[in-house]
């Protein structure tokens, strides 16, 4: 855009700027059918419609014109340029440019524990938020299969409510399956007993050698063995869920104690993974 040498809607008068009728009128009616809903695009077709000129250089309007007029403050007046406009109209279009333009609100506690903890079930890397407008989030996955998920977040804290809701109305599906084994022998674990066993069963044995074999075969058989330590948190956080009352919001101080990461698919579907490892 190129911008005239003196602001539209003034001429110098030799000590200070004075408004020009036409183009002051012109200023105010962009102001006024801004505040009436009109995008900058149809404010400018209407100027050119009805004949009033950027400048000489360049008579046709654009919105990058219109966008420059809008965020010129001076047209309320200063030292140097009487007012066109009032404080309140110049206000008022501010704050209808901010609400429109999707600037961002500073984020909730739950906003910022979900970018933390929200990741993608197709690949499990972190899903990261996008907002594009106030109304329209976006989430996609930051690596691997860049999984997209259009949705909002009152959509999704929605999703999340529900399921936790779920878990609150019945505590008890956090318990684990009573058949949940801890320990799968690995082809390593095989293959030692094997080596163990032919050695047991030769006629001179070798006591050094089968007892480095019997010390290696325990070393893999621990690390075989899983730390279960989520079964020590089942039953406090069953307790804790059978003491809270069903969700109407996120509550951020709840994700905090008792839940782990969420996962979210390119289909929309949620699953909450808990602090005991339960997925639901």
């Known amino acids: 855009m190129k911008i005239r040498p003196v602001l ?11 408004p020009v009728k036409d183009e002051a009128a012109a200023v105010s009616e962009i102001f006024n059918l801004y505040r009436a809903g009109e995008t900058m695009k149809c404010i400018a077709d209407h ?25 010129e403050k001076r047209y309320i007046g200063d030292n140097e340029y009487e007012p066109i406009i009032t404080v309140e109209t110049f206000k008022e279009v501010s704050d209808l440019r901010v609400a429109k333009s999707g600037q961002r609100e500073e984020e909730t506690e739950e ?15 972190p899903v990261k938020r996008i907002t594009h407008w106030r109304k329209h989030d976006k989430w996609i996955c930051t690596k691997g299969c860049k999984t997209e998920i259009s949705v909002t977040y009152d959509v999704l804290s929605s999703l999340i409510i529900e399921k936790i809701n779920a878990v609150i109305l019945n505590p008890g599906v956090l318990r684990y399956d009573s058949e949940n084994k801890t320990f799968s022998p690995s082809l390593d674990v ?7 066993e032919r050695m047991s069963e030769q006629p001179n044995l070798n006591f050094g050698a089968i007892k480095s074999v019997i ?15 989520s079964k020590e948190y089942t039953e406090a956080l069953i307790e804790f869920f059978e003491n809270q009352q069903p969700l109407e919001a996120l509550n951020a101080e709840l994700l905090k104690k008792a839940v782990k990461r969420i996962e979210i698919g390119a289909d929309g579907r949620l699953t909450i993974q808990y602090i005991n490892d339960i997925n639901i």
């Open 8 to 18: 539209f809607g003034y001429f110098f008068n030799g000590t200070r700027y004075v």
């Open 47 to 71: 100027l050119n419609n009805i004949g009033i000129p950027y400048s000489d250089s360049k008579p046709l309007w654009d919105k990058s014109m219109v966008l420059h007029i809008l965020d």
């Open 111 to 125: 906003i910022k524990w979900l970018k933390k903890h929200t990741y993608c079930s197709q690949c499990g890397n």
């Open 190 to 196: 095989t293959r030692i007993s094997r080596e163990n």
């Open 215 to 229: 010390l290696n075969g325990a070393s893999v058989r621990y690390e075989c063995c899983e730390l279960d330590k």
